[in-house]
C-alpha cells in the first residue's frame, strides 16, 4: 500500500505552512471554499489552471509539487526506476530511457514522462501519452513562456486561443504558452508526443 502523501495532503501542507486559511487561498486564487477543501481531502482533483492560481497565491511554483527531493504525491509522483538514472559530466546530462522520471497530472489517466534530467533547467520537455477518450483540460490554461510540440502517434486537437488545431502523426505546433490552451485525444487511437516548454511550467 502507498502511504506517501497525497496532492491534497501536500497542498494542506503548502497551506498551512503559509498559515493561511482555506478562505484565504480560496479568494487568493478565485476559487470556492468548497472546491479547495475538496482538493485537500482527495475528493477532487483541480485542473493545471486552477493549479496555477493556488500556486501563485501560495507564492509556491508547480515544480514544487514534482520535486524530485521531497515525497512525491499519489496524483503526480515521481517514480524511479533506476538508483543511478542520469550521468552528468560538466553541463551535460543524460537521461536513460529505463531511468526516466514518470508523473501523473490530477486527474489524468495517463502517465507522462520527463525526457531532461529535473524541473531545474531552461526548458521542460515531456514525453506523453493520452488514451482514447482523454483530455488535458475541461479549463484552457495559460502561463508564461512559448512551447513546442511534436506528435508521435495518433490524432490530437490541440485549441489554443479558442481555435481547435488537428495534429496528426508527423505534425508540429509552436505557439506562446500565455494564450489558453487545451487539448483532447481525436479517434480511438493512442496518442503519443514530445513537449517542449520553456521556462519550465511546472
Known amino acids: 500500500m502507498d502511504d506517501r502523501p497525497s496532492f491534497g495532503s501536500r497542498l494542506r501542507t503548502f497551506r498551512k505552512e503559509r498559515r493561511m486559511t482555506i478562505a484565504q487561498l480560496a479568494e487568493g486564487a478565485a476559487l470556492s471554499r468548497s472546491f479547495i477543501s475538496q482538493v485537500e481531502s482527495g475528493q477532487t482533483a483541480p485542473s493545471m489552471a486552477s493549479m496555477t492560481r493556488i500556486c ?3 507564492q509556491i511554483s508547480l515544480a514544487d509539487f514534482f520535486d524530485e527531493n521531497s515525497e512525491p504525491s499519489q496524483s503526480e509522483e515521481f517514480h524511479h526506476t533506476s538508483t543511478a538514472p542520469t550521468t ?13 522520471k514518470s508523473f ?6 495517463s502517465m507522462n514522462y520527463l525526457l531532461v534530467a529535473d524541473l531545474k533547467r531552461k526548458m521542460e520537455v515531456i ?7 482523454e483530455s488535458s483540460e475541461v479549463e484552457a490554461w495559460s502561463h508564461e513562456g512559448e512551447e513546442f510540440g511534436f506528435i508521435l502517434e495518433g490524432t490530437f486537437e ?3 486561443n479558442g481555435v481547435p488545431h488537428i495534429l496528426e502523426e508527423g505534425d508540429s505546433i509552436y505557439f506562446p504558452s500565455n494564450l489558453p490552451h487545451s487539448a483532447r485525444v481525436i479517434g480511438d487511437r493512442v496518442v503519443r508526443w514530445i513537449w517542449a516548454i520553456t521556462p519550465p511550467s511546472l
Open 56 to 58: 501563485k497565491t501560495l
Open 88 to 100: 552528468r559530466r560538466d553541463a551535460v546530462s543524460i537521461v536513460r530511457k529505463d531511468g526516466r
Open 104 to 109: 501523473k497530472y490530477p486527474g489524468a489517466e
Open 127 to 133: 514525453l506523453g501519452v493520452m488514451q482514447p477518450g
Open 158 to 160: 490541440l485549441t489554443v
